[in-house]
Nanobody
């Protein structure tokens, strides 16, 4: 139904910046919200940030607040996360996801997931 493809991951030095993109395929794409998650080895998947597709509201995990910025371009069916002041603890596989049903950010059900892109931050 919907395919999400992340790009932009790679190796970056601590203090550097990286921008991830997530492009959605499909004849029509109109989710309620898009989110970014990450998972480091041996840890559970962690919420990073989300944005309503209208772009009106954004929501961030405390661990990235002030450093990461989520945005979207509706015409391109693409969501981004700009990551600044990166730290080694940010090293993880980053996934984007789409939520079809509305709800509070903490309660959203994400229906579609990308395959992930690796972000490695060296010290």
């Amino acid at each position: 139904q919907v395919q999400l493809v992340e790009s932009g991951g790679g190796l970056v030095q601590a203090g550097g910046s990286l921008r991830l993109s997530c492009a959605a395929s499909g004849r029509t794409f109109s989710p309620y919200a898009m989110g970014w998650f990450r998972q480091a080895p041996g840890k559970e998947r962690e919420f990073v940030a989300s944005i309503t597709w209208s772009g009106i509201r954004t929501y961030y995990a405390d661990s990235v607040k002030g450093r990461f910025t989520i945005s979207r371009t509706k015409a391109k069916n693409t969501v981004y996360v700009q990551m600044n002041s990166l730290k080694p603890d940010d090293t993880a596989v980053y996934y984007c996801a789409a939520a079809l049903a509305a709800g509070w950010p903490e309660h959203l059900k994400y229906d579609y997931w990308g395959q992930g892109t690796q972000v490695t931050v060296s010290s």
